[in-house]
């Protein structure tokens, strides 16, 4: 066996002890006598398994008891078609903030299904390299909502303040950042996030909702989109992804077990600090997120020189670091180091960008 | 590890070497350093593994060149709203057929949704113990499509014939029998179907579909819900399901290393017969369905005494045959004998019954 070390925006790396465990049990669970894959989702051992998994991700992230936590399929982007189908009904208008190409998503989709919806605050001019500030005078006191990406996985930026919306509730995209470090979960109406970052494999969707906000779904939406119905029925509608989830059970159990989200902030502000520090040490890189906007898990940094960043990632991969070259919007390069990804995997990336600034000096 | 006979309606067995092949890369696939739950989508080894898969079950189906294969998540009960919101604009109108709970969910889901829809035929005054003979004439020869479910997992029913619905698409949710037998896909508009049954564990849904009706989609519809955008894209416009994709190759892989679907007929009536010969050989157990209507993948049966059917499916389990319990709709037991299950899990019960019907005689 000989792993690299996988910088992928996502899907990433899972934690080597979670992949283990999950290969030593994939074909027997336990007592059950089959995989986990092949349990009835009603059956008891699987109802197990899933009330395991709420139960760690509500004491990880101390969510309170008004909140209901969701199992969905459809990653974000089915989400950006649920939250104006599941909350719009409020007002009738919607604000969104567009700090990202997710975030532009989220809006357009909303748009495109002929909502009221208005784009309040955006840093689309800067290329986004830096979070806007919202404050509530922007937004319409009437809108039914105000939605964000709290972590732009393409252009590396992250809020680092929640926006104070009032009483409106605030929707948060938080895909690429959830249990990278502890939230108010009470400061949002609504978080939501695919799992293939930072919780499981892609498949799987969390929604975390607030109950009062399951009164205002469109009744003429698509059933499997309603949140209502999936709180009411445990997230069992229909069958679940219960592979995913059994997988998110394992990543949530595993950080427990390293000091839950406390401790996973702390390493993750040591590993991207590693990172930011050499950038700002030196001149042959650069990173085009400007400071106060950076993100934890995804750091973008160019060497200005577009054949030179491609020799980088194919170098990087060559040396076992995998998947370094930054998305086509942006450029350059960036390593996405979500929580799996070991202190020493980032350690030998910097060793590397020295090594590489070295050996390829600019014309 | 002591595997059990997993009678399960779904999720349900999936084939022994696919469950080992699976364990056995779960942490390193092939060269590539890591689990293909962390492969980016976008990556040379990923893109191999789903043109594999759809290369596949384009093989073992037979399916034309004029339809797309699409992997998507959800599970059948999302196609419920999809298929409307995709087909119906083709005339504003659409027909289904009822004959079970699956197919009179689709029916209610298009209804709600505020279109014109008709139910053309059911049986359920007779408990949907038979499967409805559809004519053409029966069908409005303006609708869009006409919707049926070809196996009805819960009631034990099949589709013996491909009902002629002359120019209307059919559309069929083939859930619990895709993969069980050839068909011939060139008499559908549509098939979907959820995996968890035949093809992999839950959190994947194949939509095959005839190009010409990708025209059809509601302008305002969820983004993620389009068979158009998810077919340019090739079921990747976000992140798929990735690990079941995977899996779902795998069991096309070992459907392959078998025969084929001519091989797994074989197989399946065999299987099913066995039961099916037992049953009609004697008289403490009862077979509700109707001839000509029997399910090769869900076999029901009743005692005809509840206590006696509650005993059944405990004292089977401790027998190391598990999920025998019938649905509440129907009572008694079912069988469920996807193409997983292999002979000897069948011989098995029908052991099981022969005895169990010496030890409990009726009052």
Chains 1, 2 share one sequence.
């Not at 283990?20 to 027997?28: F, I, P, Q, T």
């Not at 698509?222 to 069992?236: D, F, Q, V, Y």
Request: include cysteine; charged fraction near 20%; proline fraction near 5%.
């Amino acid at each position: 066996m000989n792993r690299v070390y996988n910088f992928s925006a996502g899907p990433s790396m899972l934690p080597l002890p979670v992949l283990e465990k999950a290969a030593s049990e994939l074909v027997c669970y336990g007592e059950s006598g089959m995989s986990v894959m092949e349990m009835s989702h009603r059956s008891p051992d699987y109802e197990a398994i899933i009330a395991d998994a709420e139960s760690m991700l509500r004491k990880l992230m101390n969510i309170p008891d008004n909140y209901k936590v969701l199992f969905l399929q459809g990653g974000a982007s089915t989400q950006f078609a649920a939250v104006p189908l599941n909350l719009i009904g409020r007002t009738g208008k919607a604000d969104y903030v567009v700090s990202g190409q997710f975030s532009g998503k989220a809006f357009k989709e909303a748009q495109k299904m002929g909502y009221d919806v208005k784009c309040v605050a955006t840093t689309k001019d800067d290329n986004f390299n830096h979070i806007p500030t919202v404050t509530k005078d922007m937004i319409r006191p009437d809108a039914s909502y105000v939605h964000v990406c709290f972590n732009n996985t393409i252009y590396g930026t992250k809020y680092s303040y929640i926006p104070d919306t009032g009483d409106v509730p605030l929707v948060a995209d938080m895909s690429s950042c959830i249990l990278s470090e502890p939230v108010d979960v009470s400061k949002f109406g609504v978080i939501y996030a695919g799992a293939q970052k930072n919780m499981a494999p892609a498949g799987v969707t969390v929604v975390i909702v607030r109950e009062d906000l399951l009164e205002y779904a469109d009744p003429k939406m698509p059933t499997m989109l309603e949140w209502k119905i999936m709180a009411e029925n445990g997230s069992m509608y229909n069958t679940p992804p219960c592979y995913s989830i059994y997988m998110l059970k394992l990543v949530a159990e595993w950080l427990l077990s390293i000091g839950g989200l406390e401790e996973m902030a702390k390493r993750n502000k040591e590993k991207c600090a590693l990172l930011y520090d050499y950038l700002d040490s030196q001149n042959y890189y650069v990173a085009p997120v400007l400071e106060g906007s950076r993100s934890m898990m995804n750091v973008t940094f160019v060497t200005g020189n577009a054949d030179l960043d491609k020799k980088f990632a194919s170098d990087a991969a060559k040396a076992g670091m995998k998947n370094l070259k930054g998305h086509r919007s942006v450029g350059g390069m960036r390593a996405s180091i979500y929580n799996a990804m070991p202190r020493e995997g980032v350690e030998a990336l910097v060793a590397f960008m020295k090594k590489f600034a070295e050996e390829n000096p600019k014309a």
